[in-house]
């Protein structure tokens, strides 16, 4: 027998309570609580066991096989490919080009795999002008357009489809709850459900999600918890360069960054990301540094621009970096380098906004501000690496050889350094002139020196 009974769920955070209030008792959004019908089975029902517990070493492991989806830069997020079985959570701002990367994803994976694209959002004709922009060609790509979950679990299991997308999952609707699309139940009930499915049928399933106003995934947090692996696609409206960036990956390195460009066409993935974020010119204020994403080592731009101030407070604002490490590293110059800021209005920016978060970037940002300061240029084919400590000291940084490398790669002569790296200075000696800087005062001497 149904036991019905009523209960009042926050559509912004999923907090729930047995009655009505005009504002969330967790997240305190207002006017987000609304009811909804819960049905619960009054007797539980009796699961007989037939799985058992066991030891470690009787465990078999079988090799993960991955599905290439005909992008290196995607396959390198998800660690290699898509995983059969697995669930991918793909979520981004509107417009930034979710639906146009998986849908060429798609009609690749589709040349070899069987793959079903689920549109709960568009119409056929619609994704038929979008396949049709992104010049797509020839493809076995199946396409269906319905936001009925029962439906379209009815469609997976006639289609048999290795790969299945659901585009996106706020427009699904589970007939069986009264609350509309998109709202906090209906996210956690169709994604539990496909979760299942696509598991028990060993499908990798690829769902687009939208994004809040703060730029957080939409939904209940346990979205992200049921899911194998979460995707962020990132980027300024106006710039073409996107990022593909993993925040969970049960298959492969978390934070692992996929860099595009988005032409007319599509996306085209961009094999050097060291060309599109430096411009190689010895002018002052501008410093390279080499930071880490992932797995990856590549090529930074800092650019900064410190002018006389004619305001009380002086201005400080950034672009790809923490305004908070902003404020550190000038005060780190104005007590162990002896250069006075209070007058100054300072700006810094990464090269195409780039977001960094690099501790060893430090170095190479105060040396970009002290280059404008003075309106001097840093030494010529020059990388900066290095933590600034609060007593001006550079302390070690991680990942450094895979740094040098990518520094030797580009073709740069010199690399400010922190000391106490021996060992890779002899390594990479007939390569490039590693220079072991002690503190913040040291590195200003060398790389201004000219």
Not at 11 to 38: L, M, V
Not at 57 to 74: A, D, H, V, W, Y
Not at 144 to 159: G, T, V, Y
Not at 255 to 266: N, P, R, V, W
Request: charged fraction near 25%; charge should be positive.
């Amino acid at each position: 027998m149904l036991n019905k009974f009523s209960r009042y769920v926050c559509q912004n955070c999923g907090y729930e309570t047995s009655q009505y209030f005009g504002r969330c008792n967790n997240c305190k959004e207002w006017n987000s609580i609304i009811e909804e019908k819960k049905s619960t089975l009054s007797k539980k029902n009796i699961i007989k066991q037939t799985k058992k517990s066991k030891l470690f070493t009787e465990i078999k492991l079988q090799e993960i096989s991955r599905i290439k989806t005909g992008f290196n830069e995607f396959d390198r997020v998800l660690g290699g490919g898509l995983v059969n079985g697995s669930i991918i959570l793909l979520g981004g701002e509107p417009g930034i080009g979710k639906s146009t990367l998986v849908l060429q994803a798609a009609g690749k994976i589709s040349l070899s795999h069987n793959v079903l694209y689920i549109t709960a959002e568009e119409s056929l004709e619609q994704v038929k002008i979008r396949w049709d922009r992104l010049n797509q060609g020839n493809s076995e790509l199946k396409v269906f357009a319905e936001n009925n979950l029962s439906l379209i679990i009815d469609e997976i299991e006639s289609s048999k489809p290795t790969v299945a997308i659901i585009d996106s999952i706020q427009a699904l609707n589970n007939s069986d709850l009264e609350s509309a699309s998109g709202s906090v139940s209906q996210v956690r009930s169709c994604s539990s459900e496909l979760q299942k499915y696509a598991k028990d049928n060993n499908i990798a399933l690829l769902i687009i999600g939208h994004v809040t106003k703060d730029g957080t995934l939409a939904g209940p947090k346990t979205l992200e918890h049921l899911v194998d692996v979460v995707l962020n696609f990132e980027g300024d409206q106006i710039a073409t360069h996107r990022l593909l960036r993993g925040i969970k990956n049960r298959f492969g390195a978390t934070f692992e960054l996929g860099i595009f460009e988005m032409l007319e066409t599509g996306l085209n993935e961009i094999k050097n990301p060291s060309s599109n974020f430096t411009c190689q010119e010895n002018i002052a204020g501008v410093a390279t540094t080499i930071t880490v994403e992932g797995t990856r080592s590549f090529a930074v731009d800092i650019q900064s621009l410190v002018n006389k101030s004619f305001y009380t407070n002086p201005k400080r604002a950034t672009t790809g970096l923490n305004i908070n490490r902003l404020h550190q590293i000038i005060a780190v110059i104005e007590k162990h380098v002896d250069l006075k800021l209070y007058e100054f209005d300072c700006y810094v920016a990464t090269a195409g906004g780039f977001e960094i978060n690099d501790p060893s970037s430090d170095l190479c940002i105060a040396i970009s501000i002290i280059s404008s300061l003075i309106n001097k240029k840093p030494i010529k084919d020059c990388a900066f690496i290095g933590e600034l400590g609060l007593n001006g000291q550079l302390r070690k940084t991680n990942n450094l050889k895979s740094k040098v490398e990518e520094c030797i790669r580009l073709g740069y002569r010199k690399m400010l350094i922190p000391k106490n790296n021996s060992e890779i200075v002899m390594k990479f000696k007939n390569y490039i002139s590693l220079i072991e800087i002690e503190n913040i005062k040291g590195a200003v001497n060398i790389a201004l020196k000219n």
